[in-house]
């Protein structure tokens, strides 16, 4: 995972490192704490300059500071991880492979065809020397953050970046779409003192009975949001990249699928309310396919990285194994449970894995809820006993739903393997910390986004991922701090599996046409909505998120399935949404969380009680714009 920037002006009047602010490489170097290169380019006869800034965490591979060059003055960015398509060899690192990969490319077609090839999260800038081409994106899920801000004072300049920085101009930063990768030919810019960005979409690969379909989502705002001497263009020659998953079956049955379990009603799910199902043929080889294709999403990412092995032997050293390299954001829900159990699969029996869960201070309570809550402590965690009272009743505060289910998932976990270590992080958030973090790191880490939303669940991740909490090991509490450099989230199951509530609302309104409508829409927009966020969130530790359940492959496998395959919404919660992912849970062994009802984290970790409980999710956050960089 990288920190990459490059800037872009259009006159050498003026050096370009004028627009790279000290708080910009500040913020990039938080990205990639082990090394930090700049590279400028200025092109006097055609009056054009390039500053390149690449920060990197080493994670797999021999180290490879960036920007990188080659003998034909081509410079390359990468923040990306090759999991699949492209070879990577055990000790290669994927940087130095794409950029060989690129050098060798004599077309534009040669270098869609690439990024068409790529599975895995990416982000990228490219300098193509020879031709004055400066080629940049993100993957078909914007997995990886990049910026864009235009700067009309400073010589129609143009700065791409992973992060944005603290700005006293009216020049916006936002998120470049991830509708397919663009080109921006800087000799003709040059010469016209205009920027024109040609962008190549992302479609699916035409086939018989197939309907071609464009992925060009907002394409129209884009161009509205752009200044007047910016303009976006489609590529002239048609030539677009290839998505990597194929399109969302939208069948629907003719006739209504009979529940296997029509007696359960709300107050009566169980986990052996889910046996119905597995006793059926079709449903069990499902269950198993997808099984299959998590675990593979998961062994990529939690083997890709680096672990102090010897390069002779491939053997793991001995001082790694008391650390863990690999952490989950756990709430103790269906989706963080799934890849705890498939990751202990694959990592090394003798390397710990941090379960990070969150937990915002709660409100004082009456009398009444105290004891309840301690009640909750005390059931939950039998080791709590051994405390002290004031560190109880201290610790209750934080007592919140997903502190709750995480034990107990904890426990499950404990039970499948009890020979792991299982590293419990309870990380405790203060209002005064929040306000404190929110201001000096969280505000400008969640811009351009903006909503009540984006800040509960962008504060909640930061501090879950940041690690800094407390572990108890047989009755003794001590400080802990994570040192995982990967960070595993269960985000798009939820979109993939009909998870949210909105789901259900839309069911019932318009019947499974409009479910569908509504899952075809939420991968559409997860690049915008949640992802790019996250990574520069998550990614201000010195820490790379991974997401198993947006695996090309795990997308394909549940995009070729009919909705009613993969969920039921006729069921009760806890059953219904997301049944296909529960039934998997069921078979690998877990037992309460597999009926878990689906709860959002800012109502799981109580960051949405503890300012306004009053605002909607979608309202514009005032926390955030008193301190934003417009």
């Avoid at 006293?168 to 040059?190: F, H, M, R, T």
């Avoid at 079956?249 to 529940?259: H, I, L």
């Avoid at 390069?311 to 449970?337: C, N, P, R, W």
């Avoid at 309570?365 to 039998?382: I, R, V």
Wanted: proline content about 3%; some cysteine.
């Amino acid at each position: 995972m990288c920190g990459i920037c490059c800037v872009v002006s259009l006159s050498v009047q003026h050096t370009v490192g004028g627009f790279f602010k000290d708080d910009l490489l500040c913020n990039l170097r938080r990205r990639g704490p082990n090394s930090s290169q700049h590279l400028i380019k200025t092109v006097s006869d055609l009056s054009y300059q390039c500053l390149f800034s690449g920060h990197i965490l080493h994670l797999r591979g021999l180290m490879t500071p960036q920007p990188l060059t080659d003998i034909d003055n081509n410079v390359f960015l990468w923040n990306g991880e090759v999991f699949n398509g492209i070879h990577i060899g055990t000790v290669e690192n994927d940087t130095q492979v794409m950029f060989h990969h690129l050098s060798s490319c004599s077309s534009e077609s040669d270098i869609l065809s690439l990024f068409s090839s790529v599975q895995g999260p990416w982000s990228f800038i490219y300098y193509q020397a020879s031709r004055h081409y400066l080629w940049f994106g993100r993957d078909y899920f914007g997995r990886r953050s990049l910026l864009w801000q235009f700067n009309n004072e400073l010589d129609r300049a143009l700065c791409l970046s992973s992060v944005s920085a603290l700005s006293d101009s009216d020049n916006q930063w936002q998120e470049v779409p991830a509708s397919g990768i663009y080109k921006i030919d800087l000799k003709a810019c040059a010469i016209s003192e205009s920027l024109v960005l040609i962008l190549y979409p992302w479609k699916y690969h035409s086939r018989e009975n197939a309907i071609e379909e464009t992925f060009l989502s907002g394409l129209d705002q884009i161009s509205k949001d752009l200044p007047a001497y910016v303009s976006l263009t489609m590529s002239e020659s048609k030539l677009s990249l290839i998505t990597p998953v194929v399109p969302l079956n939208r069948t629907v049955p003719e006739t209504s699928v009979d529940s296997h379990c029509p007696n359960i009603t709300n107050s009566l799910v169980t986990v052996e309310d889910l046996h119905g199902f597995l006793a059926e043929e079709h449903k069990k080889k499902l269950v198993h396919q997808l099984i299959d294709v998590l675990s593979e999403a998961v062994k990529r990412r939690v083997l890709y990285l680096f672990r102090d092995t010897d390069e002779l032997t491939g053997e793991i050293l001995s001082i790694s194994t008391k650390k863990a390299h690999v952490a989950i954001l756990f709430s103790g829900g269906i989706d963080s449970m799934l890849i705890a159990t498939l990751a202990d699969r694959h990592i090394p029996s003798e390397e710990p894995i941090d379960l990070l869960n969150v937990a915002f201070m709660i409100k004082e309570q009456t009398k009444q809820s105290k004891q309840k809550k301690q009640h909750e402590l005390h059931s939950c965690q039998e080791c709590f006993k051994k405390l002290d009272t004031t560190l109880v009743d201290n610790l209750s505060r934080f007592n919140v739903p997903d502190r709750i289910t995480g034990r107990a998932g904890l426990e499950e976990l404990e039970t499948i393997n009890p020979s792991r270590t299982w590293n419990f992080v309870e990380i405790n958030v203060t209002l005064e910390e929040l306000k404190r973090m929110r201001q000096q790191r969280i505000s400008h880490l969640v811009y351009p986004l903006d909503t009540v939303l984006d800040d509960s669940i962008g504060c909640a991740v930061w501090f879950a991922s940041r690690g800094e909490g407390f572990i108890t090991t047989q009755g003794d509490v001590k400080p802990y701090k994570s040192s995982a450099k990967v960070v595993l989230t269960g985000i798009g199951a939820d979109e993939q599996l009909a998870g949210y509530s909105r789901h259900r609302v839309c069911f019932r309104k318009y019947g499974l046409d409009g479910l569908n409508k509504e899952l075809g829409m939420e991968l559409a927009r997860i690049s915008s909505r949640n992802l790019g966020r996250d990574d520069r969130i998550i990614g201000d530790h010195g820490k790379e998120a991974r997401f198993p359940f947006l695996d090309e492959d795990v997308v394909s496998f549940l995009n070729s399935l009919p909705v009613s395959e993969k969920a039921d919404l006729t069921l009760p919660r806890g059953i219904g949404e997301k049944l296909l992912l529960r039934l998997a849970a069921k078979e690998l062994g877990l037992t309460a969380s597999a009926i878990l009802p689906k709860r959002a984290m800012q109502f799981g970790t109580r960051i949405a009680k503890m300012e306004n409980s009053s605002e909607k999710a979608s309202d514009k956050c005032s926390r955030l714009q008193s301190v934003s960089v417009d």
